[in-house]
């Protein structure tokens, strides 16, 4: 399958500091990329859906001036926590849409820990 | 509301079992039914899918069944071994365009050897 990778694996930050996750598709083009939240046991949570060239659609209840996200090429989208507090803490995955199939390709997933 | 319903939330068999998961939709224009492993720690990875043309499809130990008409559909793990032990979600989606998918709450299936 293809692969997408996510980086950083693992973060820890201080309160009040911004974190930026990548996500990018190694060997397809991905126009629409996804990023989730997960908390622990539950469900994947879709936070906002990045389209390449144009802003991002946020889910509902997700404040998007907090979750910024930016998809500038067809192979990278990156994820920034801004002012990030410890209820910030969360597992975030991103995945990127193979658009002749279908199929969604998820990162590895990045461990936020905010102090 | 909830779009993909998934049961059970959790499940124990044996080593050589057939655990069977569940999954029920209600969009009746989803095409694209996929099956996601996930192991603790790590992002989930593409399993199997099926679209809704056919009944049945089969990869190795993994089968998915669809009902149409019922809007059901199920992943069945043959010969079941305790490195199938992790959390599988069914999901579902439109192919084309932005369509995001929608993923079921998840089951946690233990294979005890």
């Known amino acids: 399958g293809a692969v997408v990778s996510q980086h950083p694996s693992r973060v820890i930050c201080k309160s009040g500091t911004s974190v930026k996750i990548e996500c990018r598709s190694l060997d397809f083009q991905a126009t629409t990329m996804f990023w989730y939240r997960q908390f622990p046991k539950k469900s994947l949570m879709l936070m906002a859906t990045s389209n390449e060239g144009s802003k991002a659609t946020y889910e509902q209840g997700v404040e998007k001036d907090k979750f910024l996200i930016n998809h500038a090429s067809l192979t990278l989208s990156t994820l920034t926590v801004t002012s990030a507090h410890p209820e910030d803490s969360s597992f975030y995955i991103c995945s990127a849409k193979f658009e002749n199939t279908g199929e969604l390709f998820f990162g590895e997933g990045s461990r936020l820990t905010v102090l | 509301q909830q779009q993909v319903k998934q049961s059970p939330q959790s499940l124990i068999v044996q080593k050589g079992g057939i655990p069977i998961i569940n999954c029920a939709y209600e969009?009746?224009?989803?095409?694209?039914f996929p099956w996601y492993q996930q192991f603790p720690g790590k992002g989930p990875a593409l399993l199997i899918a099926i679209r809704p043309d056919v009944s049945e499809k089969k990869e190795g130990r993994f089968t998915i069944s669809f009902n149409k008409s019922a809007k059901q559909f199920s992943l069945h793990i043959m010969d079941s071994q305790p490195g199938d032990s992790a959390t599988y979600f069914c999901?579902?989606?439109?192919?084309?365009?932005?369509?995001?998918?929608?993923f079921g709450i998840g089951t946690k299936l233990q294979v005890i050897p």
């Open positions: 969009n009746t224009a989803f095409d694209y």
């Open positions: 999901a579902a989606s439109r192919i084309g365009g932005y369509q995001k998918v929608t």
